[in-house]
C-alpha cells in the first residue's frame, strides 16, 4: 500500500467515525435521550423530520379525532388559502397522510375547492 493509499484510507476511516457521531448526536437530540455510539456504515439519515406518530402504528382515528382534524384543517385553510398539502401539513403538524381523510370530507361537503394537480395542488375555502 503507498503512501497515498495509507492516507486516504486513514481519512475515509475518520470520515466514517466522524459522520457515525454526527448522526448519534442528532438522533440523540431528536429522541431526546442517549443514543448508541456507533452506526451501520449503511444508513442514510433523512434531511427532514417527520410529525411525531400520534397514536400505535395501525390503530384507528376515533370519528371525533378525525371531525376535530377536518375542523382545524378548514380553519387553517381559511387562514393561508392556496397553500399546498406539505404546507397545511407543517403548520397543523400532522402528516400528510392523516391529512387525507380530512381533505376527502371536505371536497366532499363542498367546503374547499382546489387549484393543480397531484403536488401542485392548492386548497381554497368556497
Request: charged residues 25%.
Amino acid at each position: 500500500m503507498s503512501k497515498i493509499d495509507s492516507l486516504v484510507s486513514d481519512f475515509v476511516v475518520a470520515l466514517r467515525k466522524a459522520i457515525a457521531q454526527e448522526a448519534a448526536a442528532a438522533f440523540a437530540s431528536v429522541a431526546g435521550g442517549e443514543s448508541p455510539v456507533s452506526f451501520g456504515g449503511g444508513g442514510r439519515v433523512a434531511g427532514k423530520k417527520s410529525a411525531p406518530r400520534a397514536r400505535a402504528k395501525g390503530a384507528k382515528r376515533t370519528p371525533e379525532a378525525i371531525e376535530a382534524q377536518t375542523k382545524n384543517l378548514l380553519a387553517t385553510i381559511k387562514k393561508s388559502p392556496g397553500s399546498s398539502i406539505e404546507q397545511l401539513s407543517d403548520f397543523l403538524k400532522i402528516s400528510t397522510k392523516d391529512l387525507a381523510l380530512p381533505v376527502l370530507k371536505l371536497w366532499d361537503s363542498k367546503s374547499i375547492k382546489t387549484t393543480g394537480q397531484k403536488r401542485g395542488t392548492k386548497y381554497f375555502p368556497k
